[in-house]
């Protein structure tokens, strides 16, 4: 394997804010720290356990703990002047070939496996990004989802 500098740029945030699975949060963490993310979930027992079992990567990772309140926390970014993207699939998405490489903060919210992104939190995005899709399926798994959109907000596809 190549070696390689790294620093996270706590400029791109990944927020799997309502991810149940562990296994997906595992893997989204790993693609933060390809792309030089950081991640940001609640500060559950649930979530700590999920990235403790899910963490394969050597050394700390990039963490923002989310707490008390989810909306409180996106609202403040947003106070603190991130810009918010949805990643959902809705009426008027942004296509994800269209999207632009973050140059400010930004924080990337990816929905529940099952019932995505809560509506009062699509309220507060500045922006939804949708990846298009041609196949039988109605949604990509969150894990690929957040890989896609976190690599082209990088810049780096
Ligand atoms: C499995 S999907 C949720 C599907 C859920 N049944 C729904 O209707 O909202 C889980 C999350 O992955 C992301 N996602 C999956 N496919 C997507 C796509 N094609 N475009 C944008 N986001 C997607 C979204 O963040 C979504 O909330």
Not at 54 to 78: E, F, I, M
Not at 84 to 95: F, I, K, S
């Amino acid at each position: 394997m190549r070696a390689r500098r790294h620093g996270c740029w706590d400029h791109l945030i990944a927020a799997p804010l309502w991810v149940a699975y562990g296994a997906n949060l595992g893997t989204l963490l790993r693609t933060c720290d390809a792309v030089g993310a950081c991640m940001a979930v609640p500060r559950t027992p649930h979530y700590r356990g999920a990235l403790a079992k899910g963490n394969t990567l050597p050394g700390r990772s990039c963490v923002h703990w989310v707490a008390p309140s989810k909306l409180g926390w996106l609202r403040d970014q947003r106070r603190r002047g991130a810009r918010l993207v949805a990643v959902e699939l809705t009426e008027g998405a942004l296509p994800l070939p269209r999207a632009q490489a973050a140059r400010h903060r930004t924080v990337v919210m990816l929905g529940h496996e099952h019932g995505g992104i809560p509506p009062d939190a699509l309220e507060l995005a500045d922006e939804v990004l949708e990846i298009p899709m041609t196949g039988r399926g109605v949604s990509l798994n969150v894990a690929v989802a957040g890989s896609l959109v976190l690599y082209r907000l990088a810049g780096l596809m």
